[in-house]
């Protein structure tokens, strides 16, 4: 027998209620038996009345599951799948790496001639991920998307199970942190002006000069790029930053260097210092980072990158003996834990005492230390 019921919204004020409550508008899902199969899935409705209308029709005729008899393409589901993500608000950055993972799923299920959403089974997840030109972290982190998604969809009925549930986590190796010395920062900073010696002088002293501030920025005030490239002017304060990260919506007041703040307020008056408000926030971000890999070439520094300004901001601070939760506070960490694991070696705390502990393994018992008579005339053998 099936049952309907309403599965009251996050913004519905009847959802204390339970699913007995029928008053108002939120989508209707059923529940129950239809023969030997156990049924729990959306309806697709909000009118009570059609709801029962279809329940008795699947009953009366003896029908299987709608997803049965109309099984749900892949677009499909990841278009449910997308808008269920955007209803609880997540970050623009993650909705963009949903929908970078949709547009692979998408290409190698044409490559493959495959529609629906049950013919990914192991094999194909398997062979799926096996066209991912990602390694480490990133191999991992489109890994958990994807079972997140492969999970929505069992929950909405139309698989049986999760197929990813199998797929073993890939080994990652950690890149270590790698932030800037004095030297380097002082190489990158020179190079500004090398960018851009075949423009016209002064666009090349406006661009050199935002180029430049740019890197002040990341470098003191530990944004991520996004961030950073976005910053609003109305941000600063009595020479300090107001920082809000956007992933992790933390914020906090950053005091700056005065150099870095005449270096802000020296640009051109705008709403923002690097952007002009009109493109979408990765890509201007997108069109920074490509600058600066241009920048970096100039440079004999390797593996230069923007997020090494971040960890070269991390790291001062902790070897200036700043307590790891105010440096994770600084850098929008949602705890602690991330930063001590990419962090935890530059703890100048951390580091004083294993090097106390190893000191206190060179105290050597009192016997050892007068020596003990060898076999050749008593001499010591310790010379």
């Avoid at 698989?159 to 010395?181: A, G, W």
């Avoid at 020179?190 to 180029?211: E, F, I, S, T």
């Avoid at 090097?355 to 020596?371: C, L």
Wanted: glycine share 6%.
């Amino acid at each position: 027998m099936l049952s309907i019921y309403r599965r009251h919204e996050k913004s519905c004020e009847h959802r204390a209620a339970g699913r007995n409550y029928r008053r108002c508008k939120c989508p209707i899902w059923v529940d129950g038996f239809l023969g030997d199969r156990d049924i729990r899935q959306s309806l697709k409705l909000r009118d009570w009345t059609k709801a029962q209308d279809l329940v008795r029709e699947w009953e009366s005729v003896g029908k299987k599951t709608i997803a049965e008899a109309e099984p749900i393409t892949i677009g499909q589901a990841w278009e449910q799948f997308l808008a269920d993500a955007e209803a609880r608000n997540l970050g623009p950055s993650t909705l963009s790496k949903y929908k970078l993972l949709r547009r692979r799923m998408e290409q190698f299920a044409g490559q493959f001639g495959l529609r629906l959403l049950r013919e990914f089974d192991l094999a194909t997840c398997r062979t799926f991920r096996t066209s991912w030109p990602l390694q480490n972290l990133a191999a991992l982190k489109t890994l958990e998307r994807l079972k997140s998604f492969f999970r929505f969809a069992a929950d909405a009925g139309w698989i049986p199970e999760s197929p990813t549930r199998f797929l073993k986590n890939p080994k990652v190796i950690n890149s270590p942190t790698l932030p800037f010395n004095s030297a380097e920062m002082a190489e990158i900073l020179g190079a500004c002006d090398v960018l851009y010696q075949r423009q016209p002088p002064k666009v090349a002293h406006l661009n050199a000069l935002r180029l430049r501030t740019l890197v002040l920025l990341l470098r003191y005030s530990g944004l991520r790029i996004c961030d950073a490239v976005t910053l609003e002017r109305e941000r600063i304060t009595d020479g300090k930053l107001f920082l809000y990260t956007a992933k992790t919506g933390t914020a906090v007041y950053c005091p700056s260097p005065p150099t870095v703040v005449q270096a802000l307020k020296s640009l051109p008056a705008e709403k923002y210092f690097f952007w002009t408000g009109r493109s979408h926030p990765e890509s201007v971000a997108g069109h920074w980072q490509r600058i600066l890999r241009r920048l970096f070439k100039l440079t004999r520094i390797l593996h230069g990158h923007a997020h090494r300004f971040r960890d070269t901001f991390a790291v001062e601070l902790l070897l200036a003996g700043v307590p790891v939760a105010r440096v994770s506070m600084l850098l929008g960490h949602e705890s602690t834990r991330t930063t001590e694991k990419h962090y935890m070696p530059w703890v100048r705390d951390r580091q004083e005492q294993l090097e106390a502990d190893v000191r206190r393994t060179w105290t050597m018992p009192e016997a050892a230390t007068k020596g003990t008579s060898g076999v050749h005339g008593g001499s010591s053998l310790v010379n």
